[in-house]
């Protein structure tokens, strides 16, 4: 199916347009068997610290797409995380739009990340009425780190790979 297989390209670039630039610091993710990382090319400013990880099925068509990225602050900076998510919910939804896909997103929640209070939304994509895509955002701050997730999968690998991609943002321990 020609659509299947422009699903992963499409799916990454939208991840890719959601979450924000990063910093320098280091950024590790242990990933569970089965999850294929993938190098993600640095920032313009070369300050870009994301990681980046593909589930695939038997036949090696994406199930769950995943990447964190880390921000750093200017000193003394407060962020309105609410506004945050809302950007990376405003420009997904364009993305896909631009796509010809129609999305729904929940209201913003309060939610966790490594350890830290953050706000999420989940997003569930269409096409001709069809659910094709899930995709959640989730942001978070403590002292001068920002930090962003981002997953996304088909409708049926999103749902196939929850509890695992719940176990590995609860395994997170971030700015530490």
């Known amino acids: 199916m020609h ?7 499409f799916i ?11 910093s320098a610091d ?13 190098a993600v090319p640095p920032a313009p400013d070369d300050s870009s610290v994301r990681q980046r990880a593909v589930k695939n099925d038997a ?14 602050l200017t000193p ?14 405003k420009t997904l939804q364009q993305n ?9 997103c929940n209201k913003i929640r309060s939610s966790t990340l490594g350890g830290m209070d953050a706000l999420e939304t989940t997003c569930k994509i269409t096409q001709n009425g069809n659910h094709v895509i899930t995709q959640t955002l989730v942001a978070a701050t403590r002292d001068n780190s920002a930090y962003a997730l981002s997953y996304a999968g088909p409708a049926d690998g999103y749902k196939a ?16």
């Not at 991840?15 to 630039?21: K, Q």
């Not at 036949?59 to 750093?72: C, Y």
């Open 96 to 104: 896909f739009a631009k796509g010809g896909y129609q999305s729904a």
């Open 76 to 89: 003394e900076h407060k962020v309105n995380m609410e506004a945050v998510l809302l950007q990376m919910r």
């Open 12 to 22: 990454g670039l939208c991840l890719l347009a959601a979450v924000p630039a990063a």
């Open 26 to 38: 280091t950024l590790m993710i242990t990933w569970p068997g089965g999850w294929e990382v993938q």
């Open 161 to 176: 790979n929850e509890a695992e991609v719940q176990g590995i943002r609860a395994s997170l321990r971030l700015g530490q």
């Open 3 to 9: 659509f299947a297989r422009r699903l992963p390209v």
């Open 59 to 72: 036949n090696g068509d994406p199930q769950m797409v995943m990447e964190l990225t880390q921000s750093t």
